[in-house]
């Protein structure tokens, strides 16, 4: 194998000619030979026997032309980008030259890591908010504490209220006939969260255990196509009801949820650690904006195949959200009228984002000369292990070396443009307008 050019394209696509040798071609064209030959039939010989130079005077010498290029093609093109010393996105686009004898030629046309001039990265100013934690603040956190400690009560001598937990028998009819996904037995409903159509739970409010009633629904009008705007009709019946039983705020409490012995105990705490969350999530919103100034002004001719990849992944990471809450993907596509297509759209431009972000990460890297030492690594090693409640040796499975010493690195990047930083007062922090064009300001 020899790369004969190597042709830079636009957009950061290069264009790949490469020759295979004769010696290398007559490899593959004999592997192809002793592949097939057992599927060839010749007069006078046993399946498989025929020699391979009769087979080539019956058929034609090119018979195993085309399973040897195949065979031989994707580890000349490997080849080709390590000799050219290319980092390459996506596949390629291959094109076959020439073939024969003395071996064969193809072009292959693929899309490369761009060159990426670094803008302004360091002394970039940004608004950071300031850190306030207030007593209300701190009695709507005890609630929700308090919220997550309640137990549910039977209730059997009243009808269904807003808040209550209304076990429910349900089936759907749309002109007299039951539909897809509209039965259900055994059903918890919260009256009052909104998780079923408008207007559905407002009218089990006021039934009473074993009641049944029909329900009159119209679907929205971007509800999934089957049902948009349409009128049906629910049979549903109330099983039992259940109501929260919320704990008092007390010393008691304190003891039940926390190792304190005094709600005011407590409330300290809860107040440091929202004290913590907020400069933490303050932090972390200085840093992405930071960094978006950053991504933003590098120069780089990105190829799209950088972008579709990346949007891919989006998509890929959103289907595994929605499968791991327990709706499946196709289903959740159809009640929400959306398409892959339109997904993949939609994740263009925050792809791009992100891809933007990779590069000047990576500048970054290159031009700070930063590494990452075996300490350094080892110590990411600890802090993976307790975050996930694994020992370190386990993680070590899970993750190579060379992946956890580009976290680190990619990391020293982030913390050297965000320490040279210049954070502001939201209030105080001025947007670049565009500056009007000479037929603006007239």
Not at 164 to 170: E, T
Not at 370 to 397: C, F, I, N, P
Request: net charge negative; aromatic share 8%; glycine share 6%.
């Amino acid at each position: 194998m020899s790369v004969k050019s190597c042709e830079k394209l636009e957009k950061s696509t290069v264009a790949l000619t490469v020759e295979v040798s004769a010696a290398d071609f007559e490899a593959a064209v004999e592997k192809a030979y002793r592949k097939q030959r057992g599927s060839i039939r010749m007069p006078g010989f046993r399946p498989g026997k025929a020699p391979r130079k009769m087979i080539e005077n019956m058929y034609g010498a090119a018979i195993f032309y085309e399973e040897a290029v195949n065979n031989a093609l994707p580890d000349a093109y490997a080849d080709a980008v390590k000799e050219a010393d290319l980092r390459v996105v996506g596949y390629p686009q291959v094109e076959l030259l020439d073939v024969g004898k003395e071996g064969f030629s193809f072009k292959a046309t693929v899309a490369v890591y761009p060159e990426v001039t670094l803008g302004q990265y360091k002394g970039i100013e940004a608004p950071r908010a300031e850190v306030n934690v207030t007593d209300e603040d701190v009695e709507n956190r005890l609630k929700e504490m308090a919220d997550r400690n309640s137990r549910m009560v039977s209730v059997d001598d009243r009808a269904v209220q807003q808040g209550d937990i209304a076990n429910i028998d349900f089936e759907g009819f749309l002109d007299g006939v039951p539909f897809d996904g509209g039965k259900s037995d055994n059903f918890d409903l919260e009256i009052g969260s909104g998780s079923f159509v408008p207007g559905f739970e407002d009218q089990v409010a006021g039934m009473s255990i074993t009641e049944e009633k029909d329900i009159d629904i119209t679907f929205p009008e971007d509800y999934h196509a089957d049902l948009a705007g349409k009128a049906v009709v629910f049979h549903v019946k109330v099983n039992s009801i259940k109501v929260k039983e919320i704990p008092a705020l007390d010393d008691e409490f304190a003891k039940d949820v926390s190792e304190f012995d005094t709600l005011d105990e407590l409330k300290n705490d809860v107040r440091t650690k929202l004290v913590s969350e907020r400069e933490n999530a303050a932090k972390r919103a200085f840093e992405d904006i930071v960094m978006t100034k950053v991504a933003e002004n590098i120069e780089a001719e990105i190829p799209d195949a950088m972008i579709e990849d990346q949007a891919h992944r989006f998509v890929d990471n959103f289907r595994m959200q929605i499968q791991s809450q327990g709706i499946p993907y196709e289903q959740y596509m159809k009640m929400t009228n959306m398409s892959e297509e339109k997904l993949l759209e939609d994740a263009k431009a925050p792809a791009t984002g992100q891809v933007r972000m990779e590069l000047a990460i990576g500048a970054i890297v290159k031009a700070e000369n930063l590494e990452a030492t075996d300490e350094e690594v080892e110590a990411e090693y600890a802090k993976m292990a307790s975050q996930y409640g694994m020992d370190v040796e386990s993680v070590k499975k899970y993750m190579e070396a060379d992946v956890v010493k580009e976290q680190v690195v990619r990391g020293k990047a982030i913390d050297l443009v965000t320490a040279s930083a210049v954070a502001v007062k939201p209030e105080d922090f001025k947007t670049e307008e565009p500056a009007e064009d000479a037929s603006d300001a007239e």
